[in-house]
């Protein structure tokens, strides 16, 4: 069942913003069986918005499209779907009272341009919008249904699982199933040469099923997809294809797999400590709190992690955690020992099981022959056991640097609940 995404908005032409919800809307689409056969993205013009519908329009059963739903004199979308049609815009009383009713319950004026939100093309069917002022709605374009949606991501998706979805989901057959793996540790290149023989027809991959990567730095994201449309049952066999393919995969990928599309390597992080019921306290020199930051993220973190000292500059290490200025003077703020002093000074100040230690140099300046950008020492402190640290080089921009920091320091946690040796990653 062919489906086609059309964003609308200069600012995704010009690559002013990072098109994310033809990411989602392509994701959403092929889970409800959907296959999404173009992604088309036009600036803010009536014209190239009626061509491109209309050519949509031939050959596909449904359209999903956001944006141009707004106030301003250049969101377009709907005086250009009615031209495409052929029949006027028309203003709708109950989305307008909606919008109203929207400001009246925020105590603020309804700006005047705002009432524009509310012209849509004869005909149409109204999508409420719950969480925005600009309500979709729904035509029939060619052969397809056409969908219109809001470019703010939260006021679609909202219209998109409350309205869309269940109008659609019954159009397309459940011929396929897809499971997603995510990792972090290893390169997409030793991923795949891990599944290798799987890709080529290896003793569990079948027809019908094929694997992908997508890199989301520093995860690679696995996707088993199958689809068994000749089945007496195709929803279910391809739900037990793609599990047992996928069973084979994390095995293969088991040191560095943690979890499926909705998880976060944090999270992951955060069910291990829950589990063995330790907490965890922190001491960030070149990642600035970004750890501490990425553990906070979900709610419930209260229950595992204690707080984060960021010492970054080296008074901060000697004032605040005591690090002794003799270690700072002899070794350098980015060395083991210094590393170490952080972690046990951290463990012993905050009363916490485990306490991990990250310093570093992020870039871009900074660096030296013997310590060269990127360089970042790591120690993990526990209680009654030896103090461990290590010394890592990670390429990259300053950004990529951090982040990695951040989750190399997560897995440190991990390998100590496991009681693995530390590893480079």
Request: hydrophobic letters at 40%.
């Amino acid at each position: 069942m062919p489906a086609a995404i059309l964003s609308i908005g200069t600012e995704l032409t010009r690559g002013e913003l990072t098109n994310g919800n033809a990411r989602w809307l392509g994701e959403r689409l092929t889970e409800l069986g959907f296959e999404v056969v173009e992604h088309a993205t036009v600036a803010d013009d009536a014209e190239r918005i009626r061509a491109t519908l209309l050519r949509l329009g031939q050959g596909t059963d449904v359209i999903v499209c956001t944006g141009g739903l707004g106030p301003t004199t250049d969101d377009l979308t709907a005086a250009a779907v009615a031209e495409a049609l052929g029949v006027p815009v028309e203003r709708d009383a109950a989305s307008l009272a909606a919008i109203e009713n929207r400001y009246k319950a925020l105590a603020r004026p309804m700006p005047a341009a705002n009432a524009k939100q509310a012209d849509l093309p004869r005909g149409a069917t109204v999508l409420e919008n719950a969480v925005g002022t600009a309500p979709g709605f729904v035509v029939s374009v060619g052969t397809a249904r056409a969908f219109f949606m809001p470019g703010v991501p939260m006021e679609m998706q909202h219209i998109f699982e409350t309205h869309v979805a269940p109008a659609i989901e019954r159009l397309a057959p459940r011929t396929s199933h897809q499971i997603h793996i995510r990792t972090f540790g290893w390169p997409e290149s030793v991923v795949a040469e891990r599944l290798r023989d799987l890709d080529l027809g290896g003793s569990l991959h079948s027809p019908g099923v094929t694997l992908g990567y997508r890199v989301t730095f520093p995860e690679v994201e696995v996707k088993v997809l199958a689809s068994a449309p000749l089945a007496d049952n195709p929803a279910d066999a391809a739900r037990e294809l793609a599990t047992r393919v996928a069973t084979d995969v994390r095995s293969r990928l088991s040191d560095v797999a943690y979890g499926g599309k909705h998880d976060t390597y944090p999270q992951y992080i955060g069910g291990l400590l829950r589990k063995v019921g330790w907490k965890l306290a922190l001491a960030e020199s070149c990642t600035g709190g970004l750890i501490g930051k990425l553990l906070t993220d979900p709610p419930g973190s209260s229950d595992y992690f204690l707080g984060s000292a960021v010492v970054y500059a080296n008074t901060a290490k000697a004032r605040m955690l005591g690090v002794p200025e003799a270690l700072l003077r002899d070794h350098g703020a980015v060395s083991e020992e210094v590393a170490r002093s952080m972690a046990e000074n951290a463990l012993r100040t905050s009363g916490a099981e485990i306490a991990v230690a990250v310093t570093g140099i992020a870039g871009p300046t900074g660096g030296s022959k013997h310590k060269p950008v990127g360089t970042v020492c790591f120690a993990v402190a526990q209680r009654n056991e030896p103090t461990r640290s290590r010394t890592e080089l990670f390429p990259g921009d300053r950004e990529r640097v951090r982040l990695r920091t951040a989750y190399s320091a997560l897995r440190s946690v991990a390998e100590a609940v496991n009681h693995v040796p530390a590893k480079q990653f």
